[in-house]
T-cell receptor, first 115, second 115 residues
């Protein structure tokens, strides 16, 4: 069965510092991978997604993620964090050719940004 | 218009009440979703409507009853809820029938408290 692991429950970084949020997945074939962000009391917003092709994916708000099949990872990065990036981040995996309803979310990583 | 609008934003109800949550999108999307999100947890899929037909029901108790009157509207009727049903209820939509490679657009949710 598919699964997604986000090892870090809570991360605190200083404003302007670089960021890496970890995501590991378990899936037999090439997965569809997503990163979503959720601000408090809000819905989720898609940051980026990977289906195939270039393993380095660019997203909105200056985020990028790299798919590494050998490590079953899809880590999210940002070179310089802004205070407005403080939020909850969810990694998700989906079936190739399947339904969005089958997205499996990780448990999330809460990002705090200190001035 | 690139928004998914949910009303009300907050709802407090007793266990004997009947209430409804409403979701609306005018992006011409053909798939709509209900998710439930408990505090500090990832979203959990409840229902998916694809082309106005219920395509996924994730074994949700019958006290939750979805309805899709047309392609722009999605309702969630609530009756005889339990305190453990208190959560953030998120609506989402996607452009086509709900394939994995579609982007999900989320509303900001209804924060439901059951007393």
């Amino acid at each position: 069965a598919q699964s997604v692991t986000q090892p870090d429950i809570h991360i605190t970084v200083s404003e302007g510092a670089s960021l890496e949020l970890r995501c590991n997945y378990s899936y037999g074939a090439t997965p569809y991978l997503f990163w979503y962000v959720q601000s408090p009391g809000q819905g989720l917003q898609l940051l980026l997604k990977y289906f195939s092709g270039d393993t380095l994916v660019q997203g909105i708000k200056g985020f990028e993620a790299e798919f590494k099949r050998s490590q079953s990872s899809f880590n999210l990065r940002k070179p310089s964090v802004h205070w407005s990036d403080a939020a909850e981040y969810f990694c998700a995996v989906g079936d190739y050719g399947g339904s969005q309803g089958n997205l499996i979310f990780g448990k999330g990583t809460k990002l705090s940004v200190k001035p | 218009d690139t928004e998914v609008t949910q009303t009300p934003k907050h709802l407090v109800m007793g266990m004997t009440n009947k209430k409804s949550l409403k979701c609306e999108q005018h992006m011409g999307h053909r798939a709509m979703y209900w998710y439930k999100q408990k505090a500090k947890k990832p979203p959990e899929l409840m229902f998916v409507y694809s082309y106005e037909k219920l395509s996924i029901n994730e074994s949700v108790p019958s006290r939750f009853s979805p309805e899709c009157p047309n392609s722009s509207l999605l309702n969630l009727h609530l009756h005889a809820l339990q305190p453990e049903d208190s959560a953030l209820y998120l609506c989402a939509s996607s452009p086509w029938g709900g394939q994995t490679n579609e982007k999900l657009f989320f509303g900001s949710g209804t924060q439901l408290s059951v007393l």
